[in-house]
């Protein structure tokens, strides 16, 4: 049976069409959570993220569309399949890979701890406090105690060889002769006073060995005492944090180590919420991860809060994908290749900021 020449060209139009129709696009999931996604002024959305997501997708050639969702939806949306792929703010964790898929991290940086640069000075009670709490008293009472024997037993030795030294009244030698004994402890020698008896030197010379020793003792106390002090308001690891007033994100990844460490903290509904607590003195440090934390005093209180990293720890970053997407290798290979460029750490700063300086 011949076929009409029209049907044949119909099929070949058909055939044509389909064959440059465009791929299913992906329903890629987003919300905002600066620095990793947030609309500009034009209502585009920008931010670490998505910059990486662009990329990577263009590499892949995969065709999208963005789909807001809910912050406290994401998850769900993903693992049901509602939305492809989940870019923005999502860290890895255990519960989560159970109920979907990630991509390789783009993204890891300790967790890290906001505070005021006014708390990182000790006040004067501060270290008085300090002082009176450490061996840096019992020290000066053995070393005001050392000093009056002292002095009273050279007064004894050398107050009939020579009263222009240490002779007189007795309030005059003794005086004279606790003079004696804080410039020898001291080391600074004027040498105004002197004995002259050869006891009096023997007396002297035993003085000047035990005087090094006590010395040494105290300055080693106070020493000690202000590193403790300065210690005390500095964060280094987990630990220190159940001595703070903490805020932190609700429902982020900190909030939930915290929890489980038995440290209480107050939540926030948004970084910015907690660090304007912060400033305002109704905590003494908000948690988070150091992305978070060092855009938002970059942006809202420069030269007024640091961000200091918690050592150990570390929170990776990646997009969230529905179980089984087919995309997903594609997507990988292009991270990879996106994230080990030339460049990257820059395009990371440019986003998040530099650290703040003391």
């Known amino acids: 049976m011949r076929i009409p020449g029209w049907l044949l060209v119909v099929a070949?139009?058909?055939?044509?069409g389909l064959a440059k129709a465009d791929p299913q696009k992906l329903k890629v999931g987003?919300?905002?959570?600066?620095?990793?996604?947030?609309k500009d002024l034009d209502g585009q959305w920008t931010g670490l993220a998505v910059d990486v997501w662009e990329h990577v997708s263009a590499q892949a050639g995969i065709a999208f569309d963005y789909v807001q969702?809910?912050?406290d939806q994401v998850i769900a949306r993903a693992a049901s399949g509602e939305v492809d792929i989940v870019i923005g703010e999502i860290g890895l964790s255990a519960d989560r890979e159970r109920l979907i898929d990630f991509t390789q991290p783009y993204l890891t940086v300790p967790a890290s701890v906001a505070v005021t640069k006014r708390s990182q000075r000790p006040s004067?009670?501060?270290?008085?406090?300090?002082?009176?709490d450490n061996d840096v008293v019992t020290v000066g009472v053995i070393l005001l105690i050392a000093l009056v024997v002292f002095a009273i037993i050279l007064w004894i030795v050398e107050r009939r060889v020579d009263r222009t030294h240490f002779g007189g009244e007795p309030w005059h030698g003794v005086g004279s002769a606790l003079w004696f004994a804080a410039v020898t402890?001291?080391?600074?020698?004027?040498?105004?006073?002197?004995?002259?008896?050869?006891?009096g030197r023997l007396v002297v010379f035993f003085w000047m060995l035990l005087g090094v020793v006590i010395v040494s003792v105290f300055t080693g106390a106070v020493a000690a005492s202000l590193t403790n002090l300065r210690s005390e308001h500095q964060i280094h690891g987990v630990a220190d944090l159940a001595r703070q007033h903490v805020g932190v994100l609700s429902g982020s990844l900190s909030q939930n180590v915290l929890s489980s460490l038995g440290i209480p903290a107050q939540s926030f509904p948004t970084v910015l919420d907690g660090m304007k607590a912060l400033e305002a003195g109704k905590l003494t440090a908000f948690v988070g991860n150091e992305a978070d934390l060092?855009?938002?005093v970059n942006q809202n209180f420069p030269g007024d809060m640091l961000v200091q990293p918690i050592s150990t720890t570390?929170?990776?970053?990646?997009?969230?994908?529905?179980?089984?997407?087919?995309?997903?290798?594609?997507i990988n290979v292009a991270l990879i290749d996106e994230t080990?460029?030339?460049g990257w750490e820059q395009q990371v700063e440019r986003w998040i900021g530099l650290p703040a300086t003391r």
């Open 12 to 16: 070949l139009v058909l055939v044509s």
């Open 30 to 38: 987003i919300f905002e959570r600066p620095p990793f996604a947030m």
């Open 69 to 71: 969702v809910p912050e």
């Open 124 to 132: 004067w009670s501060d270290l008085i406090r300090d002082l009176m």
């Open 185 to 199: 402890m001291t080391t600074v020698g004027y040498g105004d006073k002197t004995p002259q008896s050869p006891v």
């Open 294 to 296: 060092r855009y938002a």
């Open 314 to 330: 570390h929170i990776s970053f990646a997009f969230a994908t529905r179980p089984g997407l087919p995309q997903r290798e594609e």
């Open 340 to 342: 080990t460029r030339p």
